[in-house]
């Protein structure tokens, strides 16, 4: 059983412990706030895109269309897991990692965002081509459209037939949800419009104005992506701080009964000997 200073020392590293989860937790709070409106503010732009080009496509044929047929004569898939360049967010690294295991038997490439799935995938021998870590630290619409645009440009190459997104879509602070999502060749869920069409006159030509669409439809689906990743972030580690700042509250509660305890059970010693002293005293 421990002493009494090994105890009081204890319940201080606890208490050290709790204020730092605690500050921890509070600055995720604040980036949380900021990331979701960020992720609010693109959405209707996102949205209005794919709106947009999901009515222009109308009855036109997939093969006038660009990025929405793939160039690759084999069958080599590109994985692009986003995670975090910090840890202490729960399951929120690992999960990304579990839902890459899905693509295991396929011949496959990855291009890792952030620092931890990079880590993951270099311990598992994972055949890494590309790896953005300071991405997620100055996280703009410019340095995010640089990795799409390389990665539109190597699937018109043919170094891939599909590009998939693997990442924490952001629910709530509690509750990510992960998304794993076809980015190239482009796939809309329903390519008839429920608007009444009509007929227009296009300068350029249709396909000219879709193909010239498509690609920055992709740049806002990484960007996107890449908001959702980063706020998910921010909410787990919230969570995970959360619940272990009450932990700690637990675990020094039991440590000060403890020491406590220990510390009532020493007077009584101490009372107990000084009066079978007194008692000894009076005998002699």
Request: with cysteine; charged share 20%; glycine share 2%.
């Given at each position: 059983m421990a002493n009494l200073?090994?105890?009081?020392?204890?319940?201080?590293?606890?208490?050290?412990?709790?204020?730092?989860?605690?500050?921890?937790?509070?600055?995720?709070?604040?980036?949380?706030?900021?990331?979701?409106?960020?992720?609010?503010?693109?959405?209707?732009?996102?949205?209005?895109?794919?709106?947009?080009?999901?009515?222009?496509?109308?009855?036109?044929?997939?093969s006038e269309l660009d990025l929405m047929n793939s160039f690759s004569?084999?069958?080599?898939?590109?994985?692009?897991?986003?995670?975090?360049n910090r840890g202490l967010c729960g399951g929120?690294?690992?999960?990304?990692?579990?839902?890459?295991?899905?693509?295991?038997?396929?011949?496959?490439?990855?291009?890792?965002?952030?620092?931890?799935?990079?880590?993951?995938?270099?311990?598992?021998?994972?055949?890494?081509?590309?790896?953005?870590i300071e991405v997620l630290n100055t996280l703009d619409y410019k340095n995010s459209k640089v990795i799409s645009t390389r990665i539109i440009d190597g699937f018109k190459n043919g170094k891939w037939s599909k590009v998939y997104l693997i990442y924490n879509q952001f629910k709530n602070t509690a509750t990510q949800i992960m998304c794993v999502k076809q980015l190239l060749p482009l796939k809309l869920e329903n390519k008839e419009s429920s608007t009444e069409r009509q007929d227009y006159i296009f300068e350029p030509d249709k396909a000219n104005i879709i193909n010239m669409l498509i690609p920055q439809h992709i740049h806002t689906q990484l960007f996107e992506a890449?908001?959702?990743?980063?706020?998910?972030?921010?909410?787990?580690?919230?969570?995970?701080?959360?619940?272990?700042?009450?932990?700690?509250n637990e675990l020094k509660q039991e440590l000060t009964l403890s020491y406590n305890r220990q510390r009532q059970a020493a007077i009584t010693n101490e009372i107990l000997e000084i009066v079978a002293g007194a008692e000894a005293l009076k005998g002699t």
């Open positions: 200073k090994e105890i009081r020392s204890r319940i201080v590293s606890v208490s050290s412990t709790m204020k730092i989860t605690s500050a921890m937790k509070m600055v995720s709070a604040a980036k949380l706030k900021r990331s979701q409106e960020r992720m609010s503010n693109i959405k209707p732009y996102s949205e209005a895109l794919s709106s947009m080009i999901q009515n222009l496509i109308g009855s036109m044929n997939n004569e084999t069958e080599k898939i590109l994985l692009v897991p986003i995670s975090s929120f690294n690992s999960n990304v990692y579990k839902s890459c295991a899905q693509f295991a038997d396929t011949d496959q490439e990855v291009w890792t965002i952030g620092k931890k799935i990079t880590d993951i995938f270099n311990r598992s021998q994972n055949n890494i081509i590309e790896t953005d890449l908001l959702n990743s980063v706020a998910s972030e921010h909410g787990a580690r919230m969570t995970a701080m959360h619940k272990a700042t009450d932990n700690a």
